[in-house]
Structures are given as structure tokens and as C-alpha cells.
């Protein structure tokens, strides 16, 4: 029996957009630490994840707790757990560029069941539920009806803590831009694939990212009728990070083409 219920659904939601009033103002960050050259963490993602992790425990105490800013290594994937990106885009936050949000996924049994991504510069909420469809702002949406590459707007991620594939990824990048109508890097996972859910993009691909990056934006393309896969066409892992490949779904089988002949 499933964990997800209609008041944990609508309590989960306000928590979620509670948190990320936390990233507005162009004095939100005071700390920044580096996890290595690309990756970050700011005090901000330590609050939203702090404030996330206890109003979720409150809520459900039963379900384990994924976050990006800590250990993750007790997690037991046969139980259900939450999947957090306390700030997806941190880089974008630091440099202001407004484009940013907190990813929440809710995982039972080995898939997502809930998916909530909210942009609090927009402010832009998305939010699916398996089987319910995909909403932004309580409004649903759904994935564009671009039926080939040559026609399609792609947004590509460039991968950038594994400098050792830039060459394969700049071989994918220039592959879709030779291809479709032209390419757009945001830099923040869940934002680009929610793009994809309500049409404004008709792909976005990444050579690598974890699942917090895409857990909630990957249910939320589905619902809204897209299809996301790994590099193979295979299902994502919720436990560990790889490549994402999503569309429209009416591409998708040209865009994971075009993916491998660039290898």
C-alpha cells in the first residue's frame, strides 16, 4: 500500500514551496563551500535541505530521506523514500542568474510516485503524481507535438564535473545542433526537463546526473506525456547517477540515434 495519500500530496506541496522562498533575494547566499571545481554548496542548500528533511519526517516518519547534502549510503531502496536537490542550479544561484529550484520525488517499489519541482523566481510549480498527469501552477500541461529533430528546440546539460568526457559531449552537442533548430544550456536539470513537460523544449539531454537531479522532473515529463530513458533507452536508476536522454517522446527514438552514433 502506498505512503501517498491526497493530504500528504497537498502538505508535501506547501512544504516544498515554503522552502524555496529561501533562495529569493539577491542576498540569499552568505557561504559558499566547494564540493570540488564544478560543484558547490551554499548555506542556502543546507537550510532548504534542514527545513525539508524535518517538516518530511514530521509528515511521514516512515519514509527514508535522500538529499544531495548528505550520506545516502543507509538508504534501502525497497523502502519508500524522498528524493531531495535542496537547490538544483546552485551555480545559477551564486551567480544570480535566476534559475534555480527545489526538486522533490517521492520513490516507492523502484519508481517515482510523486514529483514536485518549484521555481521561486518565476514562481513556477510543477507537480505530478503517477497516474494523475503533470501541472504547473495547477494547470495541466503537456509535452509539445514536434515530430522530428529538424523541427525541435533541444536543451543540453555540458556534464561539467566529468571534464574527462568533453569531447564525447561536444560531439553529442555538435551532433543535435547540426540536427534540430538549435540548442539551450540552463543549467539546472530539473528546471530543463520541465521545459520539456510543458512543451517549451522538445528534448533535453545529459551525459551524467544524480537522481536528485532528475527524479522529480523525469515523473513530471512522463505524466505530461513525454518519455525519459538513460543513454540505452533503459529505465534511470533511482539509487544511482548516469545519463538522461528526454523528449516529447514522438523524438525520442531519433534523439537516442543521433546519442550513439556521437559516442
Not at 559558499?32 to 524535518?54: E, G, H, P, Y
Not at 556534464?159 to 539551450?184: K, N, Q, Y
Not at 528534448?203 to 513530471?220: F, H, K, Q, S
Not at 512522463?222 to 517522446?249: K, Y
Amino acid at each position: 500500500m502506498s505512503v501517498l495519500d491526497g493530504r500528504l500530496e497537498r502538505a508535501v506541496i506547501e512544504a516544498v514551496k515554503g522552502a524555496g522562498e529561501l533562495l529569493l533575494g539577491m542576498d540569499a547566499v552568505h557561504e559558499i563551500r566547494a564540493k570540488n571545481r564544478t560543484d558547490f554548496v551554499t548555506d542556502v542548500d543546507m537550510a532548504v535541505q534542514a527545513r525539508l528533511s524535518r517538516e518530511l519526517a514530521s509528515l511521514a516518519p516512515e519514509v527514508q530521506f535522500m538529499g544531495e547534502e548528505r550520506d545516502n549510503s543507509d538508504i534501502d531502496p525497497a523502502r519508500p523514500f524522498w528524493i531531495l536537490d535542496p537547490v538544483d542550479g546552485t551555480t545559477n544561484l551564486i551567480r544570480r542568474l535566476r534559475r534555480s529550484a527545489v526538486s522533490l520525488a517521492l520513490a516507492e517499489r523502484g519508481r517515482t510516485v510523486l514529483g514536485v519541482v518549484y521555481n521561486p523566481y518565476a514562481p513556477e510549480l510543477y507537480t505530478a503524481r503517477r497516474g494523475g498527469g503533470a501541472y504547473l501552477n495547477g494547470r495541466r500541461i503537456a509535452v509539445s507535438g514536434v515530430e522530428a529533430l529538424s523541427e525541435g528546440l533541444v536543451s543540453a546539460g555540458t556534464a561539467p564535473g566529468h571534464r574527462e568526457w568533453a569531447d564525447t559531449v561536444f560531439r553529442e552537442m555538435r551532433s543535435l545542433f547540426d540536427t534540430c533548430l538549435d540548442i539551450r544550456r540552463g543549467g539546472c536539470a530539473s528546471i530543463d526537463l520541465c521545459d520539456v513537460a510543458c512543451g517549451r523544449v522538445d528534448a533535453y539531454v545529459e551525459r551524467y546526473l544524480c537522481p536528485w537531479d532528475y527524479a522529480a522532473g523525469a515523473l513530471i515529463v512522463e505524466e505530461a506525456g513525454g518519455r525519459v530513458t538513460d543513454f540505452s533507452g533503459g529505465a534511470l536508476s533511482l539509487t544511482e547517477g548516469g545519463g538522461v536522454v528526454s523528449s516529447n517522446g514522438a523524438v525520442h527514438r531519433e534523439l537516442l540515434a543521433l546519442m550513439s552514433r556521437a559516442e
